[in-house]
């Protein structure tokens, strides 16, 4: 097993505390970018039953791209809770996280600040937080978007963005 790099460990951490005690034992969740299952196994330890991890490498459940979700298999408005920690820096994937929640589903995320990307990039350099796996080519701030609602939002040391945001119903069809 690869060794985790210091602040990757406090960050998951604080990620264990900050988003995934809030997950329901109820809950069905999607990890996007499940990298080695970590969330997923702590999930499972808290009781959380359902939980499916898409990667495009093993040891996820679905080996595959999130924005091809319609052809392995997953269903639209499908999921309580979407979780992609480091992961809208590298696939622009906002409207397939909305397409797969339920109405008022959250999507639990957290990015890099753009401001702050070269900060974080040299601590990866300096081996003390984990290295990315792909360029961060859609570096962007989170503020609210026609379909999501922020719930809530912390930027630790103002070097990342962590957010819980809320999926707004689909607009009503004339």
């Given at each position: 097993?690869?060794?985790v790099p210091?602040?990757?460990?406090?960050?998951?951490?604080?990620?264990?505390?900050?988003?995934?005690?809030?997950v329901?034992?109820?809950?069905l969740?999607?990890?996007?970018?499940?990298g080695?299952?970590?969330?997923?196994r702590?999930?499972?330890?808290r009781g959380?039953?359902?939980?499916?991890?898409?990667?495009?490498n093993?040891?996820a459940?679905?080996?595959?791209?999130?924005?091809?979700?319609?052809?392995?298999?997953?269903?639209?408005?499908?999921?309580?809770?979407?979780?992609?920690?480091?992961?809208?820096?590298?696939?622009?994937c906002?409207?397939?996280?909305?397409?797969?929640?339920?109405?008022?589903?959250?999507?639990?995320?957290?990015?890099?600040?753009?401001?702050?990307?070269r900060?974080?990039h040299k601590?990866?350099?300096?081996?003390?937080?984990?290295?990315?796996?792909?360029?961060?080519?859609?570096?962007?701030?989170?503020?609210?978007?026609?379909h999501?609602?922020i719930?809530?939002?912390?930027?630790?040391?103002?070097?990342?963005?962590?957010?819980?945001?809320?999926?707004?119903?689909?607009?009503?069809?004339?």
């Open positions: 097993m690869q060794r210091i602040l990757s460990r406090f960050s998951r951490k604080l990620k264990e505390w900050y988003f995934l005690n809030t329901s034992t109820d809950d969740v999607l990890e996007i970018g499940c080695d299952g970590w969330a997923g702590y999930l499972r330890h959380v039953g359902r939980v499916v991890g898409i990667d495009a093993p040891p459940t679905i080996v595959g791209d999130i924005r091809e979700w319609r052809s392995l298999g997953l269903t639209a408005e499908s999921f309580d809770v979407i979780v992609a920690f480091e992961v809208l820096e590298h696939v622009n906002m409207g397939d996280c909305f397409a797969l929640l339920k109405p008022g589903g959250r999507l639990l995320v957290t990015s890099p600040r753009p401001s702050a990307d900060i974080l601590l990866e350099q300096w081996k003390l937080n984990q290295s990315r796996t792909s360029p961060h080519i859609y570096l962007t701030y989170f503020k609210e978007t026609p999501f609602e719930a809530r939002m912390w930027r630790p040391l103002w070097l990342s963005q962590w957010c819980i945001f809320r999926r707004r119903p689909s607009p009503a069809i004339p």
